[in-house]
């Protein structure tokens, strides 16, 4: 079965610090995707990235980088010199990618609530 | 491009009473995807559609859940009878095609059933 786990519930850090958010998935299929969204307190899901099954490569953007490892099936999110508008709640979330059957809808993780203080 | 759009935003009703959520899609996308998030969780899907029809609804608790999307584009989701424990942020997504698209989501209808 899929199952996405984001271990830290909570992570508050001081503007300026870096900040790693963890992300373990488990899946049995030889094709997924991986995604990040970040969820303001306004509610809305704001996607972040994909990254697929075939694809390692990390990936960075402005003051965001993704490390994908599938030896230890983790995606995890790194945002460097972390600002106050970057507290949000950030979700993991895994789909399957074959074609046939329910492929696309997303699984979850319970999220990681981010506080960055001034 | 105009984002997806949900009404009503916010919601209160009495346990037993029904209440329906609409949606418009990004203009295109093929696929529409009803999600439930319940406070401190992640959203948890409640049925999929492919243009009008329905691809995954496993986890729509049918007996008072309904959903449809006539001619392919904006959708309703129904609640009759609602119970206390469907307090909840229902989000509608909605993405080009199936297979690991990104999804796009909506602002949320939050219910709240006393």
């Known amino acids: 079965a899929q199952k996405v786990t984001q271990a830290q519930t909570e992570i508050s850090v001081v503007e300026k610090e870096d900040v790693t958010l963890d992300c373990v998935y488990e899946?049995?299929?030889?094709?997924?995707?991986l995604f990040w969204y970040k969820q303001p307190p306004s509610g809305e899901l704001v996607f972040l990235i994909r990254?697929?099954?075939?694809?390692?490569q990390n990936e960075i953007s402005g003051r965001y980088s993704w490390n994908f490892q599938k030896s230890t099936s983790s995606f995890n999110f790194t945002i460097t010199a972390s600002q106050v508008v970057d507290s949000a709640v950030y979700f993991c979330a895994l789909s399957e990618g074959d074609y046939g059957g329910s492929q696309g809808n997303l699984i979850f993780g319970k999220g990681t609530k981010l506080s960055v203080k001034p | 491009e105009a984002g997806v759009a949900q009404s009503p935003r916010y919601k209160i009703i009495e346990k037993r009473q029904s209440v329906a959520f609409w949606c418009n899609p990004i203009?295109?996308?093929?696929?529409l995807y009803w999600y439930q998030q319940i406070l401190g969780q992640g959203p948890k899907l409640l049925i999929q559609?492919?243009?009008?029809?329905?691809?995954?609804d496993s986890q729509l608790p049918k007996d008072r859940f309904s959903a449809e999307r006539l001619k392919g584009v904006d959708s309703t989701l129904k609640i009759q009878p609602a119970k206390l424990e469907d307090s909840a942020v229902y989000l509608c997504?909605?993405?080009?095609?199936?297979?690991?698209?990104?999804?796009?989501f909506g602002p949320g209808t939050r219910l709240t059933v006393t």
């Open positions: 203009s295109g996308h093929a696929t």
């Open positions: 559609f492919q243009n009008n029809g329905v691809v995954d």
């Open positions: 899946t049995r299929d030889t094709t997924y995707y």
């Open positions: 990254r697929n099954s075939f694809d390692e």
């Open positions: 997504a909605s993405s080009t095609w199936t297979g690991g698209d990104e999804q796009y």
